[in-house]
């Protein structure tokens, strides 16, 4: 007879306006590594996110309790960083350690295929999807690094991405940078629009990891290349660059990202916040010779389409 589980998990539940929800639920699914649970309160604008935190089971009582405390220290550091950017105070989190009941595949019921985009659609691998003739699927599960598509920044980005390649066919981007790569999600976008040669970069190797994984499962690792590599070592110019990051990483590279783009070549910026960053991020980057093409808006986020001046 197997032995019983004796594995462990904390469970972290805050509550979040809705507007809030879709950003901590994807924090929450960057520290655990697994599914979260979002559930809408009764007679509310509010919503209650869960994440489930994996503790190891052999150990004692008081080991759990302690290797608990320390994990929810950690992830409501995190948390607080997520609601100060939207002014906000985060709420004492209600905890709980429970036992190993299946939490690591149970969480799957709250992720279904969907079209993130116009013609793009998202599918988890637990799932059988016929596309329509006009859709692109990347199958990808929701795991330790940000980006399943869930988040308006993402959204923005892959709009923009599709943008670019819905033009005459010798303009379409053959050569393109993804800065920050996460899941992969962006760059397996272009190779799904029709990009011939890609790089995809992150300095988490975590996030690498999981970006190669899902490349290989796309059937992309024949022209999607994954890599801890600085901008540095890299050598343009490339047609189209995108980076899904945030406002003061942007700035910071905005002098590398202009070495890297080609004449008229592209940049896609998002993780901006609308208003002062959104106007800061222009400004630099117009200074880099890079002009403002259109920016698209969602909530409270923004992304940005540019052009390198020949």
């Not at 809705?18 to 509310?44: C, F, H, N, T, Y």
């Not at 976008?189 to 988490?204: E, F, P, W």
Request: hydrophobic share 40%.
């Amino acid at each position: 007879m197997p032995a019983k589980s004796t594995k462990k998990w904390l469970t972290v539940t805050v509550t979040c306006p809705e507007k809030l929800a879709e950003a901590v639920a994807d924090q929450m699914g960057v520290m655990s590594g697994v599914g979260v649970e979002i559930r809408p309160l009764p007679s509310s604008d509010k919503q209650a996110i869960t994440g489930f935190f994996a503790l190891e089971g052999n150990n004692s009582a008081k080991n759990i309790e302690q290797e608990a405390a320390k994990t929810l220290e950690k992830a409501t550091r995190e948390l607080e960083k997520l609601f100060a950017i939207y002014n906000l105070i985060l709420h004492e989190p209600v905890t709980a350690i429970i036992d190993d009941q299946d939490w690591a595949t149970s969480w799957q019921q709250f992720f279904s295929t969907v079209e993130i985009i116009p013609g793009l659609v998202i599918r988890p691998s637990w799932e059988k999807y016929t596309p329509d003739p006009n859709q692109h699927v990347i199958t990808m599960d929701p795991g330790m690094a940000f980006g399943t598509g869930q988040h308006a920044s993402t959204r923005l980005a892959l709009m923009l991405i599709a943008s670019c390649f819905d033009t005459d066919h010798s303009r379409k981007p053959r050569r393109v940078l993804d800065i920050g790569t996460g899941t992969g999600i962006l760059a397996m976008a272009a190779a799904a629009y029709g990009a011939d040669q890609i790089m995809a970069i992150d300095n988490d190797p975590e996030a690498v990891t999981v970006a190669g994984h899902n490349v290989v499962a796309n059937h992309f690792d024949w022209n999607i290349g994954v890599s801890t590599r600085p901008l540095e070592e890299l050598e343009g110019p490339y047609d189209l660059i995108s980076a899904n990051i945030v406002h003061d990483v942007l700035v910071d590279m905005a002098p590398r990202i202009m070495r890297l783009a080609g004449n008229n070549s592209h940049i896609i910026l998002s993780g901006i916040l609308t208003g002062d960053q959104e106007k800061n991020i222009a400004h630099v980057f117009q200074e880099n010779s890079m002009r403002l093409v259109r920016s698209e808006h969602e909530e409270e986020w923004t992304a940005m389409l540019l052009q390198k001046a020949p």
